[in-house]
C-alpha cells in the first residue's frame, strides 16, 4: 500500500502487497508501524530485497521473512512490537514443522532505540537494524539465512540514501499518491521526543537525485508526491543559483509534467520561510492542506518543550498563509499532559484552537520516553488528568473537523481516487484538502482525477457524487 495515508502513528499499515505465484520466490511480509517516513522506509527495503529473489506477501503466514518496522514515540507504539513477535513466534514454529525456515527481522525506531533488549528478550529474533541500515538489507538477510543473529545499527543518512536501489516497487504497482523522503532526522531535540535519538541528525537528500526520483514516480503513474522528512521544511540542498530551500524545491518539482499535486509533511513552524509561504500562493500544484503541529498552545509549556517559538509567532505563521491561500486546510499534532501542564496552560492550548479552527488534528496524551529530558521531570500529570483533557481536546477538535468537511457540502471538487472505497462498487480518494471521499464509481477511475459533488459528510470522510472525469484536473 502506497497510498497517501494521513499520519497514523500508532496504526499498522501493510506495505504493497501482491502475492505472488510464481514457484521459487521468496515471500517477504512487512508489517509497517508509525509515521509515514516507515512507510517509505518499507517500500525501500521491499525494493532492497527484490533483487535477493523476494516477493511481497499479503499474510505473515507462510512468509520466508517478516519484517516488523517499528516506531518508538509513544510507549504503546513501541509495546506493538513484543506482542507482535509472541504472534510470529507461533507462526515461525508452525513453518519450522514444514522444514521451512521463516526469518524475523525488526527495523525502525524500536529497534534503534533498544536494540540490544530486544535481542535479549526475543530470542525469536533473526536479525535487527536500525532506520539507517535498511540498504544493508540483502546482506544482512544472508548472514541470516547462515544462522547468524544479525544486529546492525550503523547511522550516516546519506549512505542509506545513496546506496538505496532505484524505486521499482512503482513499476509492479505503480501509486498514484507516492511519498518521496527528502530529508531524515531531527536537530531540534523537543524535549518530549525519541525521533532524533532514533532518526539521527537532520540530513538533507541533493537537489538531483530527489528530481530524479519524481521524475522516475511520475513517470510510472504517480500524480501526486508527498515530501516526507522528520522535519521536512528544514530540507536545503545547493541547486541553481546557490541554496535551495523547500519552496525553491517545490516550484523545480512543479515543473515535472503529469504531477499535478503536490504536499510536504511534517514541517515545523521555525522553519516556515517565506519563499515556502509564498509557494501557497504562486504554485497551483500544491494542495491547500498545512500540517503544522504546534503541540501547546501554553508559551511556558512550549518553552519547556524546546519548541522555540511561542503560541503568537505560530499564529502569525498562520494569518501570512492564510493571506497567500485563504481556503487553506490547517492541521497539527497536539500533546497533553506534559510535565507541569496546568488548567491555565491546557486552557491556552483550547484557545490557540479555537482561534486557528483545524481542519484536521492529532493528539496525544503525553508519553514518558526513556532518555528523553521531560520523562526525568518530577511534575508528571497525573494518567486520569491526561485522559481527560485529551477528550476535552478531541471534543472540540471533532466539532471543528466535522464543521470543515459539512462546509464543502454542495461543492464540487477534483479528487484524486487512489483505491476502493469501504464498501461494493465503491472507491476512495482525497480532496485537495486532503479529506477522504468515497462515491459509487467505476474501479477504472482508480489513478486518477475526476469531479465530485460532496452531498455527505462526517468527521473523518466525505461522500459525493461523480460529475465527470476531469483529466489533469487541480485545485
Ligand atoms: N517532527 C514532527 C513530529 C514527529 S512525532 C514535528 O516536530 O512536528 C509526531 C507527533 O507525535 C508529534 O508531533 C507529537 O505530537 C507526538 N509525540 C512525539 N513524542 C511524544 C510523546 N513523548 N508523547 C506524546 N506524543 C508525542
Ligand atoms: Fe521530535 Fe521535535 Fe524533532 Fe519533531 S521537531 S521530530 S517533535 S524533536
Ligand atoms: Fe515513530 Fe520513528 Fe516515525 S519513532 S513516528 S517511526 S520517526
Redesign the pocket.
Known amino acids: 500500500m502506497h497510498g497517501l495515508n494521513i499520519k497514523t502513528?500508532n496504526e499498522p499499515q501493510l506495505t504493497s502487497m501482491n502475492e505472488s505465484q510464481k514457484p521459487g520466490r521468496k515471500k517477504l511480509f512487512i508489517k509497517t508501524?508509525?509515521?509515514?517516513?516507515?512507510v517509505y522506509d518499507s517500500a525501500r527495503m521491499a525494493d532492497a530485497l527484490d533483487g535477493e529473489g523476494y516477493v511481497p506477501a499479503a499474510t505473515p503466514e507462510g512468509a520466508d521473512l517478516v519484517i516488523l518496522?517499528?516506531?518508538?514515540?509513544r510507549e504503546k507504539?513501541a509495546e506493538k512490537v513484543f506482542s507482535e513477535l509472541g504472534r510470529l513466534r507461533a507462526l515461525k514454529e508452525a513453518r519450522a514443522k514444514d522444514s521451512a525456515r521463516m526469518l524475523i527481522g525488526v527495523a525502525?525506531?524500536?529497534a534503534?532505540?533498544q536494540g540490544e533488549h530486544i535481542m535479549q528478550r526475543a530470542p525469536v529474533v533473526d536479525l535487527l537494524f536500525g532506520?539507517q541500515a535498511y540498504h544493508l538489507l540483502p546482506e544482512l538477510e544472508k548472514r541470516a539465512r547462515r544462522g547468524e543473529r544479525v544486529i546492525e545499527m550503523n547511522f550516516p543518512a546519506q549512505d542509506k540514501f545513496n546506496q538505496l536501489p532505484d524505486i521499482n516497487i512503482a513499476a509492479k504497482n505503480p501509486p498514484v499518491t507516492a511519498f518521496l523522503a527528502i530529508q531524515e532526522g531531527c536537530d531540534k531535540f523537543c524535549t518530549f521526543c525519541?525521533?532524533p535519538y532514533?532518526?539521527g541528525a537532520e540530513y538533507s537528500r541533493p537537489v538531483a537525485r530527489i528530481i530524479d526520483e519524481a521524475r522516475k514516480l511520475a513517470a510510472k503513474g504517480a500524480r501526486e508526491i508527498t515530501l516526507l522528512g522528520?522535519n521536512v521544511n528544514a530540507w536545503h540542498g545547493e541547486g541553481e543559483g546557490g541554496t535551495w530551500g523547500l519552496g525553491r524545491l517545490l516550484h523545480a518539482l512543479g515543473e515535472i509534467e503529469g504531477l499535478e499535486r503536490l504536499r510536504y509533511t511534517t514541517s515545523h513552524p521555525r522553519d516556515m520561510d517565506d519563499e515556502l509561504l509564498e509557494a501557497h500562493k504562486n504554485l497551483p500544484q500544491l494542495m491547500p492542506y498545512l500540517h503544522l503541529p504546534v503541540q501547546s498552545g501554553s508559551d511556558r509549556i512550549l518553552k519547556a518543550m524546546n519548541r522555540r517559538h511561542t503560541a503568537a509567532e505560530y499564529l502569525r505563521i498562520i494569518d501570512k498563509i492564510r493571506k497567500y491561500r485563504p481556503d487553506i486546510a490547517m492541521a497539527s499534532d497536539f500533546i497533553v499532559g506534559f510535565p507541569g501542564e496546568t488548567d491555565a496552560d491546557f486552557a491556552d492550548t483550547l484557545k490557540l484552537v479555537r482561534e486557528v479552527n483545524y481542519a484536521q488534528a492529532y493528539s496525544f496524551k503525553y508519553s514518558e520516553r526513556p532518555g528523553t529530558p521531560a520523562a526525568e521531570r518530577e511534575d508528571q500529570v497525573p494518567e486520569e488528568l491526561r485522559t481527560a483533557r485529551l477528550a476535552e481536546l478531541q471534543d472540540v477538535l471533532n466539532s471543528q473537523q466535522g464543521a470543515f468537511n459539512a462546509a464543502r457540502i454542495g461543492k464540487t471538487m477534483d479528487i484524486l481516487f487512489d483505491r476502493p472505497g469501504r464498501q461494493d462498487g465503491q472507491i476512495a480518494g482525497r480532496s485537495p484538502y486532503m479529506q477522504a471521499v468515497h462515491v459509487q464509481g467505476p474501479s477504472e477511475l482508480m489513478g486518477g482525477f475526476a469531479s465530485v459533488t460532496i452531498s455527505s459528510a462526517g468527521v473523518k470522510s466525505l461522500g459525493g457524487e461523480l460529475v465527470s472525469k476531469a483529466e489533469g484536473a487541480r485545485a
Open positions: 502513528h508501524f508509525g509515521c509515514q517516513m516507515n518496522n517499528t516506531c518508538h514515540i507504539a525502525g525506531c524500536v534503534q532505540a532506520p525519541v525521533v532514533t532518526r522528520q
